[in-house]
């Protein structure tokens, strides 16, 4: 059953609680408060991204969710609309060599990381989604869920996502036997399929390939 299209002080309203973690810091001193997301941990190719967001308090970008439930089109839209809003945004990525050397866990909190202390306004407090993260120097809460529940959140999970797909967008122009475009990256049929006929590329996560490819890499 399709879902009933909201009509817009319904909108309105949904957007506005999902300030409600964001005021809930605010009413304990915490001025600037930044959400983090990433994007690209499961891909078998490319860097893995994430994003870092300030958004200035009750804010109104109407359409804004988590970036897995919306389309590529209202994707680049609200990535437009989200940079013009914010007092501070910062994208940061960590690429698959360095996934490879240390994990992707590890390269995901590197990301994250980066993308929090590269933010042109220093944060009082940072909303990151999941559950756990290391050597992030600001005060912080976890959320599970985040990208659902916090607009912060949401805003960093769109940016994140987007940029990485551009970026693998690019990446199928040199490399247009794997079809990046199609997949982004991901383990499909037709992905893996690729692989195994073309080996991998220089963009591929080799410890990602190591159960397809066996004895091959």
């Known amino acids: 059953m399709p879902r009933k299209k909201l009509t817009e002080e319904e909108e309105i309203e949904r957007?506005?609680?999902l300030y409600e973690i964001e005021r809930q810091y605010r009413l304990e001193g915490y001025i600037n408060i930044a959400g983090v997301d990433e994007a690209g941990r499961g891909p078998l190719a490319g860097p893995v991204y994430a994003a870092a967001v300030i958004l200035p308090p009750d804010t109104v970008i109407k359409g804004i969710n988590d970036s897995k439930k919306l389309t590529e089109k209202r994707r680049e839209e609200l990535f437009y609309e989200i940079t013009e809003k914010a007092l501070a945004y910062n994208i940061f990525s960590v690429d698959e060599k360095r996934i490879?050397?240390?994990n992707i866990l590890n390269a995901t909190y590197e990301a994250m990381n980066g993308a929090v202390n590269g933010?042109?306004?220093h944060p009082d407090f940072v909303l990151i989604d999941g559950n756990r993260i290391?050597?992030?120097k600001y005060p912080y809460e976890t959320v599970v869920k985040g990208d659902s529940k916090s607009i912060s959140i949401a805003a960093a999970s769109i940016l994140a996502k987007v940029s990485r797909d551009r970026f693998i967008?690019?990446?199928a122009g040199k490399y247009p036997q794997y079809g990046f475009e199609?997949?982004?990256?991901?383990?499909?049929?037709?992905?893996?399929?690729?692989?195994?006929e073309y080996g991998p590329c220089e963009i591929h996560r080799k410890t990602f390939l190591k159960k397809l490819l066996g004895g091959r890499i």
């Open 15 to 17: 957007v506005m609680s």
């Open 100 to 102: 490879d050397e240390i």
């Open 119 to 121: 933010l042109q306004i």
């Open 134 to 136: 290391s050597d992030m």
């Open 169 to 171: 967008c690019e990446m």
């Open 182 to 196: 199609k997949h982004k990256g991901y383990g499909t049929k037709a992905h893996n399929e690729a692989i195994l």
